[in-house]
């Protein structure tokens, strides 16, 4: 079976790493942080009980086997053989080129490798690898096992093979590619943030509680989750990075992030993974 290696074991990189080993795909699982790590074997045995319960009759979560499949590593190194790097650092455009540009030294040929970001330019990530055409954008979204889209992101040096390679693991993963040209945001995360961000003014305004303005979108637009409970499942953290990457990008003041937002990331209230946010969680994520 292909070997994927996967970069950041936070809360995508873990949920990544299920979904590929509940398809049979061996995995190697680095971070940089030994304490993120050593919690890894742990969280992801729970992740897998909980998604077995969540859908008891999905034969992919009868499979005993899934935590034995990831390994874990804390170093680049190890990746080196992987058919597929899935990176899933944090969304710091900084952090994500330093990685990148180790990668180069770590990938021979043979080796594709997937950004997993909210908005960092996929073009200016592959222009730092070795291989630039082998890199595309893979956004996938939160939690992974469970939702069926991927929006797979062209840069302007993504060969037509690698697309083609990529819609295939990512229908080999169970789940519905969906190409798209690079832009800051590509097509989900400039529309999500916008709404995002702006039922975060209307708390802060005092127009509504975030229960309410969840309730319009849940019950009247259909919509499984509101704007608010969607910030706190991805991080309010990452909603402000990446609402940063797009004003950037777009150079257009409709992306500035809410005061509020940035507010509670200060006050380490960044959502589910740390128990509050605009609602409050039991458990940290
Ligand atoms: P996170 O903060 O939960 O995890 C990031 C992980 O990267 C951490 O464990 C950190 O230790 C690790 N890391 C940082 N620098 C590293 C390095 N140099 N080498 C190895 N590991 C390193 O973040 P996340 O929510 O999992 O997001 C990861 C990426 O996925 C971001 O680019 C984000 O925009 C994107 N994304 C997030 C969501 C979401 O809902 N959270 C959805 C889609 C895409």
């Known amino acids: 079976m292909p070997v994927v290696g996967i970069i950041g074991a936070g809360v995508m990189g873990k949920d990544v ?29 729970a992740l897998v009980r909980r998604y077995r319960l969540m859908a008891p009759d999905e034969p992919r979560w ?30 710091d455009v900084a952090v994500k080129e330093r990685v990148h540009r180790e990668l180069r030294t770590v990938c021979g040929e043979g080796t594709r490798i997937a950004v997993n970001t909210s908005c960092v330019s996929i073009t200016r990530i592959a222009a730092l690898a070795e291989r630039p055409e082998d890199v595309i954008g893979m956004h996938f979204m939160n939690p992974v096992p469970l939702i069926e889209c991927v929006e797979l ?36 995360n400039r529309l999500s943030h916008l709404f995002m961000n702006e039922a975060a003014f209307l708390v802060q305004e005092g127009v509504a509680e975030p229960e309410q303005i ?47 937002l940035q507010k509670m990331v200060d006050a380490g209230l960044v959502g589910r993974k740390s128990g509050q946010g605009f609602f409050t969680y039991g458990v940290p994520r």
């Open 17 to 45: 790493a299920i979904t590929c080993a509940a398809q049979g795909y061996d995995v190697v699982l680095c971070d940089h942080d030994p304490a993120v790590l050593s919690a890894a074997a742990g969280d992801i045995r």
């Open 62 to 91: 009868k499979d005993k086997a899934i935590p034995g499949r990831i390994l874990t590593a804390g170093n680049l190194a190890e990746l080196a053989g992987s058919d597929w790097v899935v990176e899933n650092v944090v969304e």
């Open 153 to 188: 992101v062209r840069g302007h040096h993504t060969s037509g093979e690698t697309t083609k390679q990529a819609e295939a693991f990512v229908s080999a993963l169970g789940k519905r590619p969906v190409v798209v040209r690079d832009a800051p945001g590509f097509v989900s």
């Open 214 to 260: 969840d309730a319009i979108f849940t019950l009247g637009y259909g919509h499984k989750m509101g704007p608010l409970a969607t910030a706190d499942l991805i991080g309010l953290d990452t909603v402000v990075a990446s609402l940063k990457v797009l004003h950037d990008g777009m150079q257009d003041p409709k992306f500035r992030c809410c005061p509020l």
